[in-house]
Structure formats: structure tokens, C-alpha cells
């Protein structure tokens, strides 16, 4: 027999309070704290009337702001039995849960929700089974009291003696843990005997898992008293070990250490610090964490070198032919090297240079601090610091951090065995910075002779001698380096090689090398010098030899799979021009001048780059406008000030130029340097940007076999330039004949290999004038300047303005 539990069904306009996480049955009293503006309007707007509101749950509690599609449909028609307002502006409120509740509709109002909602009538079957399941629930609740004693036993009390199935259903599920979707499902479920059903499910699912953790407990426990008590049966065994003067655990380690200790050789301050390590040590037990740090410890001092070191084996002689044979060129850095050994062969003890390596990479910076070791027959140790920017690296953590380790220059002491060895830290230039420190300065007193006799690392906190290291630092560029690091330094400049060198250094050692990797003979592969110089200058553009290692690599692969078909049908045949692409594929760079003949308003430069020398294309260009000018090509701050430099020089010397002296103002000039992606900075092409204006106005090319660098000024002076060398060496890989420097740089080329400056006809210049007449391709260069009387400037503005009123011819 069905029956409805009221007859009423009305529909009413409500107040609509959201919940968060809260869900309210009927036949409930619940106290709300409220602080949102609308819901507090909301309670005011029902307080005034009949105090009837109605309460829904939103479906996502973070929102602050919900939607009509972010709130149930089904609620709580509510009563406000109480009202009470706080200092702060908030509500405290008691509401009645009356019935259940469906939302109809949405009424639009600006100040709160207001909701159109009927009266959603629950279905109470009043049959045995209906019973049948209170009596069971009732049950279940009791045992489940007994479990949980965080319920309320007077909450408890009250719900065992109600008789009404739907008030006892809608009570206890507001008492229950069930999730916030569970109690709406429950709220929404109009049957009462689906709601007990749902209720008895869930006391009994929460009634087995708690006697199951009960007897998870109960197992642990036992476990737990057999390990207790077997410990408690160990530890008397050991006690009574100890009393028969059998082996005592551990004690074999430490008479092992303490041997270590007798024998190693230490100075006084480091052996005071051992021997009280050690004796806090025995005082330990063997499985505490601390004994493993102290241990540690010790080790650490134990395998450092303290006064080990290799004899140093000075040969002069040998030595020369040693660094000869390894490395081809490179004379004045196996001159400073030289010039130390000898040094040292005449004086018992010197102090340990520090030497720093600068150059482009593959040009054999590492490798020639192997070599140095070996010619001294010292042991040698690299670290790279590319990339470190913690301090900690280079002086260690402190040992009360867990998992702590000397740092870096500790470690590779221990690594070379000695406190005499070769000791090169690679990729100096490239040390980071940040929160954690600088690693820069923590080198300072790494690699100053005055300092680092005494160097302290944070985990050992003992002084360590470093002053027997010879030290070799290596870097790509020197201005990323700070300058007292730098100051500790003796610089030793590598420059790029010649394309004559490249090929001596293939032949000798690059090419070998790769034959005995690749398990080829010599006669396998026949290479003439002509198709070497062919792989530098149409496979590689680089200072080093890298690149072409990797191309003669390539080679090799591809005769070695050749071969390794079948060894005793395999040909040695020559590689010529014409094979040469299939092992390498089409040439990736064109070798010779950047133009094949000379153009107008294209000017060759010279620059400088981490990775050598480079030439740089200058283009102009004159368009009718009114007096723009643009420059493109991603040129830095300085290089666009060069441009206006250039423009300005150009603008004063019009009338010697012929130009006209407004030419400016009826012309755009676009100035680029292609390879647009690439950022470009730096003054030495000023003379470079002017030459290209000047060909584009004049309409004169520029000789496409001239490069130049210099820095120009208003004046048209060339003041010197830097990396002189590298710009040099890119010359003679572009196929250039002659080469513009400033006169100020005459100096430098002491310094450059004759080797270098054999096919180069070197042009020292002061004045821009000078650059003009060596530049631009006519037969008269001195006809480029005309003879024109001096006229200070604003004689030229009165000239100016009388042309413009035509009061004078413009050819006069």
C-alpha cells in the first residue's frame, strides 16, 4: 500500500540560499554562518517575509559566484528559525529542514537568487518490509556506535527511538560521513524504503572495514612484539659475545681505519682532526646515521693526496718534440710552456702558474693541457665548469646537509692521487650565477698563488695546499669572465688555423686517428691534399678542426662499410672532385670572395664572432623618398650607431664627394647586413657602412676582392679595432686579396704568423678618404674628391638656401 506523507503540493517563489559542501534534509536543524552579499540579502529578503527559504548545494564549492547550471535542482525548503548578526557584517543563522524541493525556474533579480520551486512529495511505503529494514537499520547503527566514538551517544539515542521511517531516514543520513554526492543522491531518492536500503548498505560496508582494520591491527601488533623480542634475544647474544671476548660487530671496520689512519701520512693540524673524528667514531653505534657521516668523513681525508706527488720530469728537449709531435703549431703557448719547465728546472720550488687558454673551439685547448701533463709526466685531471652556478660546486657542502660532498677542485684532487698534478678547468667563460652564489668568486682563491696554499673546502673545513697544481684554465671568449678572475690569469690567445695548417693537421693526425677508429688501412683511403683543402673549404667554415674530423669521419664510415662487405673483393680508389660528393653530399659553404665581381653599394667587412673570424656583407641602398634612413639586419645599439656615424661623415663630405648637399633629403637610404637572424654589434664596421653609402650614392662599385674593419668617427678618422687575428684568419678563408686596418693596428701584426699575412696585402689606413681610394673600383681614384674652397657650415646653409631660391645654378 502506497500512501503520499502530506497532501499539500504547492508552488512558491523562494529566497534561494547556495551551499557549499553542505547538503539539508527535512526534519533537521542546522546552525549557517553566512558571509557572501547575495546570500546574506537572501536571508534578510526571507526574514522579512514568511521566513521561508529555500537551501540547494552547489556543484562546485570554489565558486564564488555560482550559475544557475552550477547549483542542484533538488533542495530543502527551509524555516529561519533564528537570526543573529556579527560585528563583521556576516549572519549566524538556525534554519529547520521542512521538505524536500524542486527548483523550477530561475526569476531574474539583481540582488540575490530568487527561484520558482515545487514542494517534491516523497513516496513512504507502510508495509512490513518498511520496518523490516528500521529495526535492521537501527541495529546496524548501534554497532556502529560502538566502533565510531566519535558520533554523539545522546544523537545516537534520539534516532533509536524514533518510529517514523522517513524522519529517522532524512536524520541519520545528516549524522553519517557520506560524500556530498552521496547525501544529494539521498536527498533526490522521493522513496522512503530506498533510502533505508541505501542507509543499511552503507552502515554495514563502514561496519566491516572497520573490523577489518581492527584485525589488521591486532596482526601488526603481534608482528611488532616478535621483532621486539627478537631484537631484545640479539642484543643478549651480542652482550654475551662480548663477555667470551668473541668478534664484536664492527669492531673488524674500525681496526681497519685506525690501520688506515696509523699509515697514511698527514700533516699535524688534519691528523689532530682525524683522531678525534675516529675517536667519536667508536663511541657509536655502527647503524646510527651519524656514524656513517663521520665515516665518510674520514674517508675522504684518508684518500686525499697530502703529500704525494710525481717526480716532475724536465726534458727540455724532449719536452719541445713531445708538444711538436701532439700539436701542430700553436707556437707561443708551447713557448710559455717551455719557458716554465725551464724555469722550474733551475729552481727547487716555483710557485704553480696559472695559465688560461683563449681560442675557438676545436682549436686544441684541451688537449694541449693533456699534453703539457704528459711532457711533465705529471697525472692530470679536467673538470668542465660549463653550466655551474652554484658555489657549492667548487668549495663543497657543509656536512650537516645530508648527502654532502667536497666540492669539484676536491674531488679531482682525489681523482689525480697527487698534489702536483695538471689540473685544467674547462670552460672558464661559461660559469652561471644565481641565488646560490658565484662560483666565479669562489675561484679567486682557487687560482691565486698567494691564496690558495691554504685553500678551504666547506665539507673537509681543513686548509688544503694547492700551490704545487698547475692550473690551466680554458675560455671561448675573455669578456664574459670577471675581471678579477681574469687579473689571476696569464692569457695565452689561440688563434684559428690557417687553411695550410688545417691541412698539415689533417694529414698528420686527424686523418690517422679516424683510419685506426674505423679499423681501416692507410692504403684504404686516398685522400691528395687537393681534395683536403677541397673538404676545409667547401665542407667546414670554422677556427678549428672539429668539423672537418667529423667530414674525414664520414668518409671513413663510408669506405668501412665497403670494405666490411667484402674485404677481399674491396678496390682502394681514388677520391677526386666528382666522388667527393657522394661520401659528403653537395657543398654546404661557397669558398672564395662573398661577390663574385665588384657591385654597387655591397661592401665586405670583417668581424669577429666566439667561434672565429667571419666576413660580413654590407649592403646600401638609395631610393627616391625624403630623407629616411633604415637599418635592418638585427644590428645591436652600438653597430646602429655606426650607421649614423657613417651617414653623418658622408652628409659633411658632399661637396668634396660631388654629391649634392641636400642629396639627403630627397633620397632613403636602407643600410642591412644579411643573415638578419644572427645579432650583430660593434663599432669596427663603421668604415665598412660608409663604403657601402658612398658606392650606393656615387654609383661606383666596390672591389669585391677588398675587406676592411675600422671604427670611423664624424671626422672620417679609423681608430683601431680588436681580434685582429681571427678577422685576418676569415680573410684569407674568404679568398680576400687585400685587407683595410686601422694604422693603429700596425702593432698587432707582430703577433701574427707570417704564415697568415703571406697571402694578404695588408692596407693601413688613418682617414676614411684613405679607405675610399683603396676601395671603390675606379681607375682615378684620386678624381673621387673634388676641389672644392673651405666653407664652415653655415656658409653652406646660406649656399643651401640660395640654390633653393635658384638665385645660383645648381652646377655652380
Not at 556502529?144 to 532524512?170: R, V
Not at 669558398?591 to 667561434?611: D, H, K, R
Not at 702593432?747 to 694578404?760: F, H, S
Request: glycine residues 6%; proline residues 5%; charged residues 30%.
Amino acid at each position: 500500500m502506497l500512501r503520499k506523507t502530506r497532501d499539500l503540493e504547492t508552488i512558491q517563489v523562494y529566497p534561494l540560499l547556495p551551499l557549499r559542501e553542505l547538503v539539508i534534509f527535512p526534519n533537521t536543524a542546522v546552525p549557517l554562518y553566512i558571509g557572501r552579499s547575495k546570500s546574506i540579502q537572501a536571508i534578510e529578503a526571507a526574514h522579512k517575509g514568511n521566513k521561508l527559504i529555500f537551501l540547494s548545494a552547489q556543484k562546485d564549492p570554489s565558486q564564488d559566484q555560482p550559475g544557475e547550471e552550477d547549483i542542484y535542482k533538488v533542495g530543502t525548503i527551509c524555516k529561519i528559525v533564528q537570526l543573529l548578526k556579527l560585528p563583521d557584517g556576516s549572519l549566524k543563522i538556525l534554519v529547520e529542514g521542512l521538505r524536500r524541493g524542486r527548483i523550477l525556474r530561475f526569476i531574474p533579480n539583481p540582488d540575490y537568487y530568487v527561484v520558482e520551486a515545487e514542494i517534491k512529495t516523497e513516496v513512504l511505503e507502510s508495509d512490513v518490509e518498511t520496518l523490516a529494514l528500521l529495526n535492521l537499520c537501527k541495529e546496524a547503527l548501534k554497532e556502529y556506535s560502538n566502533f565510531n566514538k566519535k558520533l554523539n551517544p545522546e544523537t545516537i539515542s534520539s534516532l533509536l527511538q524514533l518510529e517514523n521511517p522517513s524522519e529517522f531516514a532524512d536524520r541519520l543520513s545528516a549524522v553519517l560521513p557520506f560524500s556530498l554526492d552521496q547525501k544529494q543522491r539521498l536527498l533526490e531518492t522521493i522513496s522512503v524504503k530506498k533510502r533505508l536500503e541505501a542507509l543499511l548498505q552503507f552502515l554495514r560496508g563502514e561496519i566491516e572495514i572497520i573490523k577489518t582494520e581492527a584485525r589488521i591491527r591486532e596482526r601488526v601488533k603481534k608482528q611488532m612484539e616478535k621483532h621486539q623480542r627478537d631484537y631484545y634475544l640479539q642484543e643478549q647474544m651480542k652482550a654475551i659475545q662480548r663477555e667470551l671476548g668473541e668478534r664484536e660487530d664492527g669492531r673488524t671496520e674500525l681496526t681497519e681505519l685506525e690501520k688506515r689512519i696509523k699509515k697514511k701520512k698527514l700533516p699535524k693540524h688534519v691528523s689532530a682532526v682525524v683522531w678525534k673524528e675516529f675517536k667519536k667514531l667508536t663511541l657509536m653505534s655502527p647503524m646510527s646515521a651519524e656514524a656513517t657521516v663521520v665515516r665518510n668523513y674520514i674517508d675522504w681525508i684518508l684518500n686525499l693526496p697530502w703529500f704525494e706527488k710525481t717526480k716532475d720530469v724536465i726534458d727540455i728537449a724532449k719536452t719541445e718534440e713531445l708538444l711538436n709531435r701532439e700539436h701542430y703549431g700553436l707556437e707561443k703557448p708551447k713557448q710559455r710552456i717551455i719557458e716554465h719547465l725551464a724555469v722550474q728546472k733551475l729552481v727547487e720550488k716555483i710557485k704553480g702558474p696559472i695559465l688560461c687558454f683563449v681560442g675557438p673551439p676545436g682549436v686544441g685547448k684541451t688537449s694541449l693541457a693533456k699534453s703539457i701533463a704528459k711532457a711533465m709526466g705529471r697525472n692530470f685531471v679536467r673538470i668542465s665548469l660549463g653550466g655551474v652556478r652554484d658555489e657549492a660546486e667548487i668549495r663543497g657542502h657543509r656536512r650537516t646537509y645530508v648527502g654532502a660532498l667536497p666540492g669539484k677542485i676536491i674531488q679531482g684532487m682525489k681523482k689525480a692521487g697527487t698534489i702536483n698534478p695538471v689540473f685544467c678547468l674547462d670552460e672558464v667563460d661559461k660559469i652561471g650565477t644565481d641565488f646560490r652564489g658565484d662560483p666565479a668568486a669562489a675561484l679567486l682563491e682557487v687560482l691565486d698563488p698567494e691564496q690558495n696554499h691554504s685553500f678551504q673546502d666547506h665539507y673537509l673545513e681543513l686548509e688544503y695546499d694547492l700551490s704545487q697544481v698547475f692550473f690551466i684554465t680554458t675560455a671561448n671568449t675573455l669578456y664574459t669572465i670577471p675581471a678579477p678572475l681574469l687579473d689571476r690569469m696569464e692569457i695565452i690567445e689561440i688563434p684559428g688555423y690557417t687553411e695550410e695548417e688545417k691541412l698539415e693537421i689533417a694529414k698528420h693526425y686527424l686523418l690517422p686517428r679516424q683510419l685506426e677508429a674505423h679499423g681501416l688501412k692507410p692504403e684504404h683511403v686516398n685522400l691528395s691534399d687537393k681534395i683536403i683543402l677541397e673538404i676545409i673549404r667547401k665542407y667546414t667554415r670554422e677556427a678549428g678542426v672539429r668539423n672537418l674530423e667529423r667530414e674525414l669521419a664520414t668518409i671513413c664510415r663510408k669506405i668501412a662499410k665497403e670494405v666490411a662487405k667484402d674485404p677481399t673483393a674491396f678496390k682502394p680508389f681514388k677520391i677526386n672532385f666528382t666522388t667527393l660528393e657522394k661520401f659528403l653530399g653537395i657543398p654546404r659553404y661557397r669558398y672564395g670572395v662573398a661577390e663574385e665581381i665588384p657591385q654597387v653599394g655591397i661592401a665586405t667587412g670583417l668581424a669577429w664572432t666566439e667561434t672565429g673570424g667571419a666576413l660580413l656583407q654590407i649592403e646600401a641602398v638609395i631610393m627616391p623618398g625624403t630623407g629616411n634612413l633604415k637599418i635592418t639586419g638585427k644590428l645591436g645599439e652600438v653597430m646602429q650607431e655606426s650607421v649614423q656615424a657613417a651617414m653623418s661623415y658622408v652628409r659633411s663630405r658632399a661637396l668634396q664627394l660631388g654629391l649634392p648637399l641636400d642629396f639627403y633629403k630627397k633620397v632613403d637610404i636602407h643600410v642591412h647586413v644579411p643573415e638578419g637572424a644572427i645579432p650583430k654589434d660593434g663599432p669596427s664596421a663603421g668604415i665598412t657602412i660608409a663604403t657601402a653609402i658612398i658606392s650606393a650614392l656615387m654609383k661606383i662599385p666596390v672591389k669585391n676582392m677588398v675587406a676592411m674593419t675600422g671604427e670611423i668617427t664624424l671626422r672620417g678618422r679609423v681608430l683601431p679595432i680588436g681580434g685582429l687575428k681571427e678577422k685576418l684568419l676569415a680573410a684569407v678563408r674568404g679568398g680576400i686579396k687585400t685587407v683595410i686596418i686601422p694604422k693603429d693596428n700596425e702593432k698587432d701584426l707582430k703577433d701574427i704568423n707570417p704564415k697568415i699575412l703571406r697571402g694578404l696585402e695588408i692596407k693601413m689606413v688613418e682617414s676614411m678618404d684613405e679607405v675610399l681610394k683603396i676601395a671603390l673600383d675606379v681607375d682615378s681614384p684620386e678624381s673621387l674628391f673634388k676641389e672644392t674652397p673651405y666653407l664652415d657650415v653655415w656658409e653652406l646653409v646660406q649656399l643651401q638656401n640660395k640654390i633653393e631660391k635658384q638665385e645660383i645654378p645648381l652646377e655652380h
